[in-house]
């Protein structure tokens, strides 16, 4: 019924399907979720492009059909990117049909070169499945987990980078978490490198786990998505991008960008386009209109107060002496706690702390950057676990060279994928990436 689509192919892409789509969301998703993308004018109008993003929101992804929808509305298809996919979601019947003519390719490093060196816009969400999947909790922050090769490519190819930040699908289901231990206990991570299986909270079915959900009714959240300014890079070309250190100062630059832009907007919608403030201020709207007609007095009702992510209805009612004089203390307090939460620090530098809490002491870093000792021991901690967890793949990974080469060489001749996985115990995505590794 449903005729599979190759995921590699850039012929793939559908005018037509995509026109369809683009209106279907802006008569659905723009008006459910009060969409604003902004922006636009930013984005250069001709030559290569790569959209960086951050998700937002699984399984539903809305930041993406609103996103790319207004890029085509203001652009048409010159604009309009193509976009790397997990390489199992993209081979799901209908999902394939509908991705792929959509633009979506499979995710690689040999499909991402062959868009930029094409001189092809490319949006790529460096997260991955591990950033859509985080819990509610971190919704302002990023997971990028120091990938960088969107930057490597745009260093090689003199590419300018669009950093893309989008906030609020993270509100139309609750992430309670992820749990990635169950995800690694389960094997899911080496099988279908997924390292989520995350607890849902979703309208009808309440808690689920696991990253496969039946249609859920999402929460009309305010979605805001924003394209700020193109980044270039003083340094480009192939040696530029064989540079580690320059390469890691690039991707901080990029990762700071959109960090600071969705903490920005996440104050902003939930301060000024909370659903619960809407829905309070129409209904004064209402009562307004309903006196004004009654008496003829134009009678006003007082402002709503300002709605932070709690509705403090102490405002509503008179207070004591006492709860006044506490309360003005509030807004001072509330200012300190701001400032704490919004001290972020990227991958890069964080680990830059880290060297030089062991060069120059903890007391001194900690006193210089304004984060506690417990910080920067538990970043220690965390960088020692992942050093560690990367000697330790390295080994498995040399002393599964020589078989999966095996394996790659059978497929060649003609065996089948699926037989050759099999017999030598590797899964289908651990044979097509390293594929994709010697074919390179």
């Given at each position: 019924?449903?005729?599979?689509?190759?995921?590699?192919?850039?012929?793939?892409?559908?005018?037509?399907?995509?026109?369809?789509?683009?209106?279907?969301?802006?008569?659905?998703?723009?008006?459910?979720?009060?969409?604003?993308?902004?922006?636009?004018e930013r984005i250069p109008g001709a030559g290569?492009?790569?959209?960086?993003?951050?998700?937002?929101?699984?399984?539903?992804?809305?930041?993406?059909?609103?996103?790319?929808?207004?890029?085509?509305?203001?652009?048409?298809?010159?604009?309009?990117?193509?976009?790397?996919?997990?390489?199992?979601?993209?081979?799901?019947?209908?999902?394939?049909?509908?991705?792929?003519?959509?633009?979506?390719?499979?995710?690689?490093?040999?499909?991402?070169?062959?868009?930029?060196?094409?001189?092809?816009?490319?949006?790529i969400y460096p997260g991955a499945a591990e950033?859509?999947?985080?819990?509610?909790?971190?919704?302002?922050?990023?997971?990028?987990?120091?990938?960088?090769?969107?930057?490597?490519?745009?260093?090689?190819?003199?590419?300018?980078?669009?950093?893309?930040?989008?906030?609020?699908?993270?509100?139309?289901?609750?992430?309670?978490?992820?749990?990635?231990?169950?995800?690694?206990?389960?094997?899911?991570?080496?099988?279908?490198?997924?390292?989520?299986?995350?607890?849902?909270?979703?309208?009808?079915?309440?808690?689920?786990?696991?990253?496969?959900?039946?249609?859920?009714?999402?929460?009309?959240?305010?979605?805001?998505?924003?394209?700020?300014?193109?980044?270039?890079?003083?340094?480009?070309?192939?040696?530029?991008?064989?540079?580690?250190?320059?390469?890691?100062?690039?991707?901080?630059?990029?990762?700071?960008?959109?960090?600071?832009?969705?903490?920005?907007?996440?104050?902003?919608?939930?301060?000024?386009?909370?659903?619960?403030?809407?829905?309070?201020?129409?209904?004064?709207?209402?009562?307004?209109?309903?006196?004004?007609?009654?008496?003829?007095?134009?009678?006003?009702?007082?402002?709503?107060?300002?709605?932070?992510?709690?509705?403090?209805?102490?405002?509503?009612?008179?207070?004591?002496?006492?709860?006044?004089?506490?309360?003005?203390?509030?807004?001072?307090?509330?200012?300190?706690?701001?400032?704490?939460?919004?001290?972020?620090?990227?991958?890069?530098?964080?680990?830059?702390?880290?060297?030089?809490?062991?060069?120059?002491?903890?007391?001194?870093?900690?006193?210089?950057?304004?984060?506690?000792?417990?910080?920067?021991?538990?970043?220690?901690?965390?960088?020692?676990?992942?050093?560690?967890?990367?000697?330790?793949?390295?080994?498995?990974?040399?002393?599964?060279?020589?078989?999966?080469?095996?394996?790659?060489?059978?497929?060649?001749?003609?065996?089948?994928?699926?037989?050759?996985?099999?017999?030598?115990?590797?899964?289908?995505?651990?044979?097509?990436?390293w594929k994709s590794r010697l074919d390179e």
């Amino acid at each position: 019924m449903f005729e599979r689509k190759p995921v590699n192919s850039l012929e793939n892409r559908d005018p037509a399907l995509i026109e369809r789509i683009t209106g279907i969301v802006r008569k659905t998703l723009w008006p459910y979720h009060r969409a604003e993308v902004r922006g636009l004018e930013r984005i250069p109008g001709a030559g290569g492009v790569i959209y960086v993003g951050n998700h937002n929101g699984y399984p539903y992804m809305a930041e993406g059909w609103l996103f790319t929808a207004a890029l085509y509305e203001a652009f048409g298809m010159s604009r309009f990117p193509y976009f790397l996919v997990h390489e199992h979601a993209i081979e799901l019947p209908v999902i394939n049909q509908v991705l792929t003519g959509y633009g979506g390719l499979g995710a690689s490093s040999r499909n991402a070169l062959r868009l930029v060196s094409g001189g092809h816009p490319m949006l790529i969400y460096p997260g991955a499945a591990e950033e859509l999947m985080r819990p509610y909790r971190e919704r302002a922050r990023l997971r990028f987990n120091g990938r960088d090769a969107h930057v490597r490519l745009a260093l090689r190819f003199n590419t300018p980078i669009v950093p893309v930040a989008a906030v609020g699908g993270h509100s139309t289901a609750i992430i309670l978490d992820d749990l990635p231990w169950l995800a690694e206990l389960l094997g899911i991570k080496e099988r279908f490198n997924l390292g989520a299986w995350p607890l849902m909270l979703s309208i009808p079915w309440g808690l689920t786990l696991g990253p496969i959900i039946p249609p859920y009714v999402p929460w009309p959240a305010k979605i805001i998505v924003e394209a700020l300014e193109p980044i270039h890079f003083a340094r480009t070309g192939r040696e530029a991008a064989r540079d580690p250190v320059w390469v890691q100062k690039c991707a901080a630059k990029v990762e700071r960008a959109i960090a600071s832009a969705v903490e920005r907007l996440e104050r902003e919608r939930v301060e000024k386009h909370g659903l619960l403030r809407f829905a309070l201020g129409k209904a004064v709207e209402h009562i307004e209109r309903a006196l004004e007609l009654g008496d003829g007095g134009g009678v006003r009702l007082p402002a709503l107060p300002r709605f932070t992510e709690h509705v403090d209805i102490r405002g509503l009612f008179p207070a004591t002496p006492e709860e006044s004089g506490a309360r003005a203390d509030e807004p001072a307090r509330a200012e300190r706690r701001g400032v704490t939460a919004r001290a972020r620090f990227t991958a890069a530098e964080r680990r830059r702390i880290v060297r030089e809490a062991a060069t120059r002491g903890v007391a001194a870093v900690c006193d210089e950057h304004g984060v506690s000792r417990s910080t920067v021991y538990r970043w220690r901690r965390a960088l020692r676990q992942q050093a560690s967890a990367r000697a330790s793949s390295s080994a498995r990974a040399r002393r599964d060279d020589a078989r999966i080469r095996r394996a790659v060489l059978k497929a060649r001749r003609g065996a089948r994928v699926v037989d050759v996985c099999r017999e030598h115990g590797i899964s289908r995505s651990t044979f097509y990436r390293w594929k994709s590794r010697l074919d390179e």
